[in-house]
């Protein structure tokens, strides 16, 4: 599995953006597709999931202002981030779990770096 993130930038605060993660490749038993984020001096942390069935997870930093979506005719699911702060300043990977018998597989995208900043 490929991923191929996009849609990083500089916004201002308060500004959108919307991140896309392109999947390619043996893409069949992708049963759970995700954004995660690394701040600098800082640990990469969940910012939302979606899962095969459609249920969302979201960290509660971004409950409210962040959408995880998915179109599975292109294989590609999406990050809307409204509202944005500062705070969400950081490189955002995305990732899927592939699972093939007992055993799941993470696969991640490059970062795609996104600057809030007046």
């Known amino acids: 599995v490929q991923l191929q993130a996009s849609g990083g930038g500089l916004v201002q605060p308060g500004g959108s953006l919307r991140l896309s993660c392109a999947a390619s490749?043996?893409?069949?038993?992708?049963?759970?597709m995700g954004w995660y984020r690394e701040a600098p001096g800082k640990e990469r942390e969940l910012v939302a999931t979606i899962e095969s069935g459609g249920n969302t997870n979201y960290a509660d930093s971004v409950k409210g202002r962040f959408t995880i979506s998915r179109d599975n005719t292109k294989n590609t699911f999406y990050l809307q981030m409204n509202s944005l702060k500062p705070e969400d300043t950081a490189v955002y990977f995305c990732?899927?779990?592939?699972?093939?018998?007992?055993?799941?597989?993470?696969?991640w995208g490059q970062g795609t770096q996104v600057t809030v900043s007046s």
């Open positions: 990732n899927v779990r592939k699972v093939a018998g007992s055993t799941a597989t993470i696969y």
């Open positions: 490749g043996t893409i069949f038993s992708i049963n759970r």
